[in-house]
């Protein structure tokens, strides 16, 4: 098969797995929204480390403007932890020579 090795690769793509799911565990990004009112750190599992509330923004009352503030937070949140394991994930499949999956 042209020194293709099946084994070698499912080896290697093991490796990079087990260092996926390490980099997922230790990476944390910040979301936040309404100019820093609302700030929410995430792990790279998407699981909700932190959730903090500007007190005046919590004394305003408006429990919708607050539920909206915490859910852009949340997603810009998400976002991020996206964009950082999609820059892993690429460099790791181009260290497969599996660049075009």
Excluded: C, H
Excluded at 27 to 42: D, P, Q, W, Y
Excluded at 44 to 65: C, F, H, W, Y
Aim: without cysteine; charged residues 25%.
């Amino acid at each position: 098969m042209g020194g293709f090795n099946l084994q070698d690769l499912m080896s290697q793509a093991k490796r990079q797995y087990e260092v996926l799911q390490k980099k997922l565990e230790e990476t944390v990004v910040e979301g936040s929204s309404g100019g820093g009112s609302v700030v929410v750190k995430m792990d790279g599992r998407k699981q909700v480390l932190s959730v903090k509330i500007d007190p005046e923004t919590a004394k305003s009352g408006d429990l919708e403007m607050l539920e909206d503030l915490v859910m852009a937070a949340m997603n810009s949140a998400s976002r991020k932890v996206d964009e950082a394991m999609q820059s892993t994930v690429g460099g790791m499949l181009g260290g497969l020579g599996l660049q075009g999956l």
